[in-house]
């Protein structure tokens, strides 16, 4: 990944990092059946711009588009700004996912962003509206998650971790 002029190097991901990323997508995938707006996996590249001339490419975990088939140029690359973006925190992504991600994300557009903690079995999803986080939502084992900006997306937390 490539954010605000740093290369950062990116090793495979654990088992508990997959297995909650392969629940968060299937609940996605199902919900989102037959909707405009689709879910997207990585590896796959998103270009943000702070500025015209700031260059970030990042891959997050799982990506919500809802403008695909306006924003894919001609090479096949999406060049838009995705509506959620979720991160499952690992040892080496913490401090990265956390400060760094959501700062780029939150000053180039990105609506709602999931922070997926496997180490304390928890999702905190942020609402950013006009480049403003406006709310914030931490949800914990033996609640369901919930989107601010999909109404009725939810995924019961304790699923991501069994």
Known sequence: EYIDGVIYAMASPKTIHQQALGELYYV?????????????????????RR?????????????????LEEKVNHQGYYMGVPDLLVEILSESTRGKDSVKKMDLYLSTGVREYWIVNPFRHEITVYLFDDKELVDSRCFQSGQMAASFIFDGLEIPVQSLFD
Do not use: H
Request: aromatic share 14%; charged share 25%.
């Open 28 to 48: 996605f995938a199902s919900w989102f059946r037959g909707k405009r707006c689709r879910p997207m996996l990585a590896p796959y590249d998103i270009t943000l």
């Open 51 to 67: 500025f015209t001339e700031d260059i970030n490419v990042v891959q997050p975990d799982l990506m919500v588009i809802c403008d």
